[in-house]
């Protein structure tokens, strides 16, 4: 409840971040009292950090922030997949998904540091099927009998919502398999909970930073009123691990749908030590349609942003194809 939590606390992130993670609004009823906003009743869990929650009611509800977090009652509309990639079809059982030749996805967590309404996995997470069962054991000896897996992608969930014995336990396990090369973390806990980036998980990155070709951490972003003073704090020890830090941002109307904000976050990541990667056209997402834009208007964006950057601030822009064929560049054809 709000009411039991320190006003001096209110918008700051703890010294524990698990603490912030354990005290996240829940319900409901838990965001309509710290928003004084009634929100529609909607078939997708809530969750948000409180400090985070702190930053969206001032940014406002219909901001970039609001609309990204915060429950929408187009989240009924019953159009869109449920899968709009095709994990299932690739998907090896126990975490384990097996798209591309040299690369598996592994989920090691079902479990995400705040609840992303546009999320393409929204509803393959309520499923609760077989997709993301993650075991790890299961997971290394795939890589091991598979020596054309030269990279291991955990993502989920977000892997960085583990604790740290257990991300350590996973570098280990993978890094012991004589073909895999490179690891990768897909995440946005280091913008949501920055307060996550401590010193023991920083001596763990520097570590497997050395001993593997390549230790690879995708911050997924979409828009610069995220940011925080802590999470530019929490990017500069992440650079002093000798990772290689990269981006990923989605497209998302009413959000992020214009080439001026677009170069804003892509500059701004730059000049913080952070590759921009990828800029992912948005899925066609049951509950999350209403984040659609059209494969025009998206070309028209980004051409519009090649225009006016310079070509290292630009990410690749891509589209899943259908039946979970994989990525292609969006702006071909
Ligand atoms: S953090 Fe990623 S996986 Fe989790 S809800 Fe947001 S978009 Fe989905």
């Known amino acids: 409840m709000i009411n ?18 354990r005290e996240a609004l829940k319900s409901l009823s838990d965001l309509e009292n710290y928003f ?12 948000i950090p409180r400090p985070y929650a702190f930053k969206i009611k001032n ?14 009652v187009e989240e009924h509309r019953p159009e869109g997949l449920i899968d709009p990639i095709s994990d299932e079809l690739f998907s090896k059982g126990k975490g384990i998904i097996h798209r591309y030749k040299n690369r598996i996805l592994f989920t090691p967590t079902e479990v995400c540091p705040i609840q992303c309404r546009y999320c393409f996995r929204k509803n393959e997470l309520l499923q609760n099927n077989d997709v993301f069962k993650n075991n790890l054991e299961v997971a290394v000896n795939y890589a091991t009998f598979h020596p054309q ?4 992608i955990l993502t989920g969930g977000d892997p960085l919502i583990l604790a740290n014995h257990k991300i350590e336990e996973i570098l280990a396990a993978f890094s012991k398999v004589k073909t895999v090369k490179m690891i990768r973390f897909h995440t946005r806990t280091p913008v949501i909970l920055p307060n996550r980036i401590d010193e023991e998980l920083i001596d763990i990155l520097k570590h497997f930073s050395q001993k593997l070709s390549i230790l690879s951490l995708v911050i997924h972003t979409n828009h610069l009123s995220e940011w925080t003073p802590e999470f530019l704090l929490g990017l500069q020890k992440l650079r002093s691990t000798g990772l290689n830090l990269l981006s990923q941002s989605v ?3 009413g959000v992020n ?24 056209h948005p899925d066609p997402t049951k509950g999350a ?19 006016e950057s310079s070509g290292f601030l630009l ?5 899943e194809q259908p039946n979970g064929a994989g990525k292609v560049l969006a702006l071909k054809d």
């Open 315 to 319: 990410p690749h822009y891509v589209i």
């Open 251 to 253: 497209l998302l109307k």
């Open 257 to 280: 749908d214009n080439w001026f904000d677009l170069k804003i976050l892509f500059s701004s990541l730059v000049s913080n030590g952070v590759t921009p990667y990828y800029l992912h």
């Open 59 to 72: 940014a406002g509800i219909d901001s970039p922030l609001g609309r990204q977090f915060l429950p929408a």
């Open 36 to 47: 004084e906003e009634s929100f529609p009743q909607i078939p997708y869990s809530v969750f």
């Open 4 to 21: 039991n939590v320190s006003p001096i606390r209110e918008g700051l992130f703890s010294v524990d971040w698990q603490q912030d993670f």
């Open 149 to 152: 897996v030269e990279e291991v």
């Open 289 to 307: 349609m209403h984040f659609m834009i059209s494969r025009e208007e998206g070309k028209s964006i980004y051409k519009k942003l090649k225009e």
